[in-house]
């Protein structure tokens, strides 16, 4: 279901020839390109689209290309775009001054295709080498904070749970005992839920999860996961229905729409009061499912909306019940429904609620 991006390339010249020429080269490689005329209209450009890699003329009126590079290169949003000088000007000062606006490399006018297109190709090539190096800084940096924060706690609170029903066995009732194994039951149950999204969030930032999708029924799903989360929604005394009708049917990776659905049914029961109720429903839409997990909980401020789907960013917030998660969840979700041609969104509203509205294609032969 996905498909490759092509690197973007924008060119800045201020002779149409040149941009003609340079965007030629680049396109009939299987780049994608943008080309401008002058410096302004660049940075603006550039500050929208964040190509992968910027071709850069000098001599132009009104900003030259120094200006242009020294620009982006004090900017955090622009600083790590490569930038390759391209120009008349061939003496050693100037490539000395190139070099200490930022650039990463100078060709020389009049230039050769080839030149042109392989060190255009060996820069994009090292760019995207710098950016999993980052991913996977990133990658290890958050799975240690989550091992020494999210994990180790629910760990401690079992062993110290586990030695006062084992060591002062006489101390408790059985009222008192049941109560305590509940708890350690959907402890455990919460450990092993926040392990599965911690490694799946990893395997995906690096790559390794791949979409394969197969025809399969929503219901016999659904009331897996149902009967999966049912002792967490009877803890909170929340009722959950699924309105989903047998008949449905979709195209989708089937471990990854597992972890969809148990992602956002957990959520939702997670930020729903004691006796409130949790709601799926489908419906036909286009050549797509409608799926809308639905709950009567605290609801999400308009202002922190935004930040639920930045995994880099580890926002989080406890549940009805102290409820703690990773932040990784909701990242996954948007990421995994993606990667199965879907979309999703949300509807909230503080004190009323919240509606996760995502897609799932249909097989391409079937009509619903």
């Known amino acids: 279901m996905e498909t490759k991006k ?11 020839n040149n941009l003609h020429v340079l965007a030629n080269i680049l396109r009939n490689n299987g780049l994608k390109v943008a080309t401008v005329k002058d410096g302004f209209k660049a940075l603006k450009f550039i500050k929208q689209k964040k190509p992968d890699l910027i071709l850069l003329d000098i001599m132009m009126p009104e900003m030259d290309g120094y200006e242009v590079c020294k620009r982006l290169k004090n900017n955090p949003d622009t600083d790590d775009i490569p930038i390759i000088f391209i120009t008349a000007l061939n003496n050693t000062e100037d490539k000395i ?24 190709i060996a820069h994009l090539n090292l760019r995207q080498a710098q950016k999993q190096l980052k991913i996977s800084n990133a990658t290890k940096d ?37 109560e305590i194994l509940n708890e350690m039951k959907l402890s455990a149950q919460n450990t092993y839920h926040l392990l599965e999204n911690l490694l799946s969030w990893a395997k995906n930032q690096q790559g390794y999860i791949r979409c394969q999708p197969e025809n399969f029924y929503l219901s016999p799903m659904l009331e897996k996961i149902i009967r999966l989360l049912s002792s967490v929604a009877k803890q909170k005394n929340i009722s959950m229905y699924s309105k989903v009708s047998d008949h449905f049917r979709v195209f989708a990776d089937v471990d990854l729409m597992m972890t969809v659905f148990r992602n956002l049914i957990s959520n939702a029961l997670k930020f729903t009061r004691d006796s409130g109720e949790v709601t799926i429903s489908a419906k036909p839409y286009g050549s797509f499912v409608e799926i809308t997990i639905s709950d009567t909980g605290v609801g999400i401020s308009e202002n922190l909306l935004h930040k639920l789907f930045r995994s880099e960013e580890a926002f989080s917030t406890y549940g009805t019940r102290n409820e703690k998660g990773s932040g990784l969840g909701l990242s996954l979700c948007k990421e995994f429904i993606e990667k199965n041609g879907g979309h999703l969104r949300i509807e909230s509203q503080l004190e009323q609620g919240s509606r996760f509205i995502f897609t799932i294609p249909t097989p391409p032969t079937l009509e619903l």
């Open 97 to 120: 001054k190139a070099f200490e606006h930022g650039c990463v490399d100078y060709i020389a006018k009049p230039f050769r295709k080839e030149e042109v297109f392989a060190r255009v």
């Open 6 to 16: 092509a690197p973007s390339v924008i060119v800045v010249d201020d002779n149409t």
């Open 142 to 178: 958050k799975l240690f904070s989550i091992i020494a924060h999210d994990l180790r706690g629910p760990i401690s609170s079992l062993s110290g749970m586990l030695e006062m029903v084992t060591i002062n066995p006489g101390f408790l009732d059985s009222a008192d005992r049941l």
